[in-house]
């Protein structure tokens, strides 16, 4: 991301005091600001961060909320730097715009590694936020959106303030050095105290300062401290808004049923029983299935399951089986996507060469709160409730499906219950959509059972990787890693109806940017063929070539006779990494004697966050059972240490319900599994105690919502290894370990 040195010379207010009394204050980068996505709208004069009306003050978050509390933080750096009582922040998401725009979405692409901070990587990762400018995607995803937010929505408060200090020295006729912020009101040295509410109008008038000085972390006030999450009290008492709470006048509620092989084609269909079903009301064709509308959600699923269909056969290997061959058939040069790694020479590997293959099956995102959609299409105009991780995206596919301009699509991004990048997908808006054009000026809310949605996922790729190694001196000293799929970047491309240029960089997250010094070191990538439909899995490349990666990191202990623990510190250069794993051993009391119970250790570097994690196993008479956990991580600046803390915790728990029992398998080209009956997370009762460290090195600030899930999978294998000396290689372990 820029710093703050590249944001233009003049800092902008727009705003207009004609619109309800209110002012909006907000930040632009470079010399030609994105349009006010919202001015005119008759709601308050808005723009991208701050508005001002005579209700309060009232922040704008451009990222999604999906339960992992990123609209609560993004508020509190606005708020930090406007002075502005906690208890008065009101937040609200803002509308697709390209004024919302993530810089740092391309920021992690450059060919540096996280731990080079050489002024040459500093130089590339800044220059990024500049095609991230212009492309003007709105994405909440990759665990970018705090480090994108933390400098820009800071100035923005910081803008606001500066602008309602200008306004208070005029009404008051006195110097505005004099005056200070306190409270969400302007204080004169007397004790007088103008609210923001009174000053709103006036400060459209104001001179802005060139570049807004920012508060120095001495003065933090909310930021660095855990704070009461804004949504709190909506979600524990069940008013928070979901796209399914969505209930407008003559409302119709839909669902659909789609090919079970993914992506083929529906050659007809009887739906005349279903017809005869009470409360149905409409079945209307779309591109490999149907939709069918009717009085409740519960009469269009029943009737859905009563059509009769004739499906075309899938064009992709029929079973996973065939799958599994296909990846491995792709370590071949003509299938290399890129040689992300090559540092000396691994082909001097001696006689004593260690040789492992790994894998892992296909996973569904498998969100608590199934796909979800409102469309309203009425003369011409089309409303979309949704929650989504593009907004922008949704609108422009919501407008094709409707048949109507970009700009006639209102698309309200409501919360959601998980998102795990399943979000980021924009089919449920565009059924949405298609069913609002056939229902015309009929608000239809669309709704998929927990059924289709597990068997219609854009899921994680089967994954084989494979390493060849060398020790010499008890430490690794070449280390050969290759790892195949098929590539999501392709299936997304041909999705959004954009070619995809160049290697897949997600085939190496996770393996590539690892800091073991080892003396011969390459990591390569291959690409198989296009199956089904791949998308972004919480944490992406990282939760498979993390899992492959630290098996043989800990093989590879176990054979030179060291300890896991001692082995890694021994070979990591990186000062922030060997401190997260200094301090996750303290915090689990690495190498005491624990009988009856055993722990593992697994380390990754993802999406810039040194993340150490060790999981404790016990054989208990019902099977083994996970008795602990244990996780530190450095985050560079940590803003919020509880929800840091939150969001390790789920992201751990994500990661362990896969490593113990996520697998999507297929057969006949249709996905096997249908629900939480077949594809379980954990249960509660087989959830640890969970401990989480948060350590600052002060370094780059980073976002949180991915690092917690690669290292769970290895930590509990290396766990299992060291209870019961046997080595799984592949996931997920309950094929291999009865769990309690």
């Known amino acids: 991301m820029a710093s703050l040195r590249k944001i233009a010379r003049r800092t902008f207010l727009i705003g207009s005091a004609a619109i309800?009394?209110?002012?909006?204050?907000?930040?632009?980068?470079?010399?030609?600001?994105?349009?006010?996505?919202?001015?005119?709208?008759?709601?308050?004069?808005?723009?991208?961060?701050?508005?001002?009306?005579?209700?309060?003050v009232t922040i704008i978050t451009p990222r999604a909320e999906m339960g992992q509390g990123i609209q609560s933080t993004l508020a509190a750096l606005v708020a930090e730097e406007l002075d502005l009582p906690w208890e008065q922040v009101r937040v609200m998401h803002g509308p697709p715009a390209k004024a919302y725009y993530n810089g740092a979405m391309l920021e992690d692409g450059v060919p540096f590694a996280p731990t080079d901070e050489s002024w040459m990587a500093d130089l590339a990762r800044e220059a990024m936020a500049i095609p991230g400018k212009f492309l003007a995607l709105q994405a909440t995803g990759g665990s970018t959106s705090i480090p994108d937010g933390y400098e820009k929505m800071r100035a923005a408060g910081a803008v606001a303030r500066a602008a309602l200090i200008a306004a208070a020295a005029e009404r008051l006729g006195v110097d505005a050095q004099g005056l200070s912020t306190q409270g969400g009101a302007v204080v004169a040295p007397d004790g007088t105290r103008l609210p923001y509410t009174e000053l709103a109008v006036a400060a459209a008038a104001a001179e802005l300062p060139d570049t807004p000085p920012l508060k120095p972390r001495s003065e933090w006030k909310l930021l660095g401290k855990s704070l009461p999450r804004v949504d709190?009290?909506?979600?524990?008492?069940?008013?928070?808004?979901?796209?399914?709470?969505?209930?407008?006048?003559?409302?119709k509620f839909a669902t659909v049923k789609m090919n079970p092989a993914l992506g083929?084609?529906?050659?007809?269909?009887?739906?005349?029983?279903?017809?005869?079903?009470?409360?149905v009301e409409k079945i209307i064709p779309l591109d490999g299935g149907v939709a069918v509308v009717a009085a409740t959600t519960w009469h269009a699923i029943q009737a859905a399951e009563a059509i009769t269909f004739d499906w075309a056969a899938a064009d992709y290997p029929a079973n996973s089986d065939e799958m599994r061959a296909q990846v491995a058939a792709s370590f071949v040069p003509d299938?290399?996507?890129?040689?992300?790694?090559?540092?000396?020479?691994?082909?001097?590997?001696?006689?004593?060469?260690?040789?492992?293959?790994?894998?892992?099956?296909?996973?569904a995102h498998a969100t608590m709160e199934p796909m979800q959609a409102a469309a309203h299409l009425v003369g011409g105009k089309l409303t979309v409730w949704v929650g989504t991780q593009f907004p922008g995206l949704a609108q422009k596919f919501a407008a094709k499906a409707a048949g109507v301009a970009e700009s006639d699509v209102e698309l309200h991004t409501t919360a959601m219950g998980g998102g795990f990048g399943r979000r980021g997908e924009v089919d449920a808006t565009t059924y949405a959509a298609q069913i609002a054009k056939a229902m015309e000026g009929t608000p239809v809310l669309v709704t998929w059972s927990r059924e289709e949605?597990?068997?219609?996922?854009?899921?994680?790729?089967?994954?084989?990787?494979?390493?060849?190694?060398?020790?010499?001196?008890?430490?690794?000293?070449?280390?050969?890693?290759?790892?195949?799929?098929?590539?999501i970047m392709e299936t997304l491309a041909g999705r959004v109806g954009l070619p995809l240029m160049g290697p897949d960089a997600t085939l190496a997250q996770g393996a590539w940017e690892q800091p073991y010094g080892f003396a011969n070191y390459r990591v390569s990538t291959y690409r198989a063929p296009r199956t089904v439909p791949l998308g972004f899995w919480r944490s992406v490349g990282a939760s498979v070539n993390v899992f492959f990666h630290e098996s043989a990191v800990d093989e590879l202990a176990h054979l030179a006779a060291a300890d896991p623990l001692a082995f890694r510190l021994a070979q990591i250069k990186h000062e922030p990494s060997r401190k997260v794993l200094e301090a996750v051993a303290e915090m689990s009391s690495w190498g005491t004697p624990r009988p009856g119970r055993a722990l593992g250790l697994a380390f990754a570097m993802s999406f810039g966050v040194p993340t150490a994690e060790v999981i404790e196993v016990a054989q208990t008479s019902d099977g083994v059972r996970i008795t602990g956990a244990w996780a530190a991580v450095d985050v560079g600046v940590a803003l919020?240490?509880?929800?840091?803390?939150?969001?390790?915790?789920?992201?751990?728990?994500?990661?362990?319900?896969?490593?113990?029992?996520?697998?999507?398998t297929f057969a006949d080209g249709r996905v096997e599994q249908q629900n939480f009956w077949d594809y379980e997370p954990l249960?509660?009762?087989?959830?640890?105690?969970?401990?989480?460290?948060?350590?600052?090195?002060?370094?780059?600030?980073?976002?949180?919502?991915?690092?917690?899930?690669?290292?769970?999978?290895?930590?509990?294998?290396?766990?299992?290894?060291?209870?019961t000396g046997k080595r799984v290689r592949s996931l997920p372990l309950s094929k291999e370990f009865d769990f309690a």
Request: aromatic share 6%; glycine share 12%; proline share 7%.
């Open 20 to 56: 309800a009394g209110g002012v909006a204050f907000g930040v632009w980068r470079y010399k030609t600001p994105y349009a006010n996505p919202i001015a005119g709208a008759g709601i308050g004069a808005i723009t991208p961060y701050v508005l001002i009306d005579p209700q309060g």
């Open 232 to 251: 709190m009290v909506a979600k524990s008492t069940g008013t928070e808004v979901y796209a399914g709470d969505i209930r407008l006048p003559g409302m």
């Open 264 to 279: 083929a084609a529906m050659n007809g269909f009887d739906a005349s029983a279903a017809m005869a079903m009470p409360g």
């Open 335 to 363: 299938s290399l996507d890129a040689t992300n790694r090559d540092e000396g020479d691994v082909s001097s590997m001696g006689a004593e060469v260690f040789e492992a293959e790994y894998l892992v099956p296909h996973l």
């Open 453 to 487: 949605d597990m068997t219609h996922d854009m899921y994680r790729p089967m994954a084989i990787g494979r390493v060849r190694a060398a020790l010499k001196d008890g430490r690794i000293d070449s280390f050969d890693f290759a790892t195949a799929s098929s590539s």
């Open 640 to 664: 919020d240490p509880h929800n840091i803390q939150a969001q390790v915790s789920g992201a751990m728990v994500y990661g362990l319900s896969a490593a113990v029992r996520g697998e999507i």
């Open 683 to 723: 249960r509660l009762s087989q959830v640890p105690d969970i401990q989480v460290r948060v350590l600052e090195s002060g370094g780059k600030i980073r976002g949180i919502g991915e690092p917690g899930t690669p290292p769970a999978a290895p930590a509990l294998a290396n766990a299992l290894f060291k209870l």
